[in-house]
């Protein structure tokens, strides 16, 4: 990355102390980061304490084939005892579990550990006598309900490897899907409410099966109507009549927990695999220490799918590992009105909210007077995940969902590493809007240059982990080869994740997008992110991607798509000019195009490769990952294509 680039988002130099109180009686604080570099294997083990485990391990890492891990080698634990039973042995299964909210009003669930509990057992039972068993894999494909946590921990509980499938997807994605995992149970619903409607799975799971489905088992969520086989059951009939009770077998600290395919942003999907103690300790471990989560008191809110890693590790394992009590809410923002999620927080006293920064410039654009009709004073955390959050989204987050005093976590992870890995603490850390600061204890990350060397402070360069962590992917489904390649390749020794990162001058990071996404103008290195944020900093911008284009002249051309925030046209040669004078001369887009939605996966993140597609005029490449696929005919119009 080059200095002039770098230099400027450095001028962002507003700071935010942690409130006293919350320092004061933070889970974790500024001792941690020394306790865990003097000895990261013990820090390591005394988190994997924090669960219960059948079988103690014998050893805390083996890294004697890297890049093959084996962490707590030899213990033995069961995930849904750690999540659900331990709890309630504890006394404490009248504890809310899941606030569940549908997404027609008034439609509610309330379910506690205990609940939970004899939920968890009987679907278990009932995978037994579908012949489930341990190490098979069930495909998951389902709407925003109770029973897809349910489902989840069933599997877990059993040691069958759980792959879950946005329930966004089309066909071909969840066959591919299916077909890699070779699944022998698909878990789905009739539909699920998605914008005021009910929107049905059952008959894309009905294309998608392949020979080795044996069983498709379907919740009644809507009632629409289903085709109907020999193959299919459904949950209510084989579910509800099972037995409570059911013993955990206690699993190997590295058997197979779930295959997850990443959101395909640069190309084919990777089936991710990842284990089970390691898994946990990290999930609950970054829960418990990023989000100050305290069990008695906190009202956690993840508003992620269930589909994505967020949905895994911040739903369903890291919050019931620390018997939290959690919201999950089935539809979208707007349904039936744009404060939905505001009203939520006012109706369940949410206190530690987690979401994405797309929602966030969404929430920016549908404008500040929304939020303030809603009490949202129980808030004491923000998170943000998925992409770079631009500052200026930081600061209208922290202003207007925090009421100007909460900490924001901005948490840098991927699917292939399973929990957070960088990332402010929220008693600890000074913020700096757009950083997302410091690995946490027991994380060791860099940034480097071509040749593998650590670049020094105030540069940019890529972004690398250089020791093993708990909940590393162990590989590639069925290909070790391509794990070995896509990871492991680059620098001897170096996980390289595919983005790129700078130091600042305390040494803090700032994530800048995939490597992928760096433009090259005039031999000028100049990241996307960049861009997209001084776009962002105009007061008639809402959303900005940018992406660079084939020029004959310059190499690459800055293209730069917007959405509009507020009433009226926008004058694009201004914000041509604020480009310039915010970022320099050379970061003067050739060309904004104003457009209504932007391609975006199912996490939120913008698919940068289609909108290059479209600015050097080329037939439009594979839409198959995006959320919603209706996108792209508003974009066409939008621009007369
Ligand atoms: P694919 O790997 O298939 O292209 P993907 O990388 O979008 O898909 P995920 O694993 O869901 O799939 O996303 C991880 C990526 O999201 C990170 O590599 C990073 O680019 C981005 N990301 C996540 N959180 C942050 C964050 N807080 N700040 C900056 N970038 C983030
Ligand atoms: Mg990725």
Redesign the pocket.
Known sequence: MSQEALSNLLQENRRFAPPSELAAGANVTEAAYAEASADRLAFWAKQAGRLSWAKPWDEVLDWSNPPFAKWFVGGEINIAYNCVDRHVEAGRGDKVAFYWEGEPEGDSRVITYADLQREVNKAANALTELGVVKGDRVAIYMPMIPETAVAMLACARLGATHSVVFGGFSVDALKTRIEDAQAKLVITADGGYRRGAPSALKPTVDQAVTDTVENVLVVRRTGQDVDWTDRDVWWHELVDRQSEEHVPEAHDAEHPLFILY??????K??GILHTTGGYLTQVSYTHDAVFDHKPDTDVYWCTADVG??TGHSYIVYGPLSNGATSVIYEGTPDTPHKGRWWEIIQKYGVTIFYTAPTAIRTFMKWGDAIPAQFSLSSIRVLG?????INPEAYVWYRQNIGAGKTPIV???????TGAIMISPLPGVTHGKPGA?MRPLPGISADVVDENAQSVPDGSGGFLVLNEPWPSMLRTIWGDDERFVKTYWSRWDGLYF???GAKKDEDGDLW?L??VDDVMLVSGHNISTTEVESALVSHPRVAEAAVVGATDAVTGQAIAAFVIPRGEGDVDVEELRAHVAKTLGPIAKPRQILVVPELPK?R?G?IVRRILQDIAEGREIGDATTLADTSVMEAIKKALNL
């Not at 990443?262 to 190309?267: A, E, Q």
């Not at 943000?384 to 770079?388: C, F, L, T």
């Open positions: 990443t959101s395909g942003t640069t190309g999907p990777k994505w890693v943000s995940v998925g992409e770079p901005d948490t840098w992870w991927q699917t292939e997302a994740a595919g983005d994530l997008g995939r996966t996490s993140k």
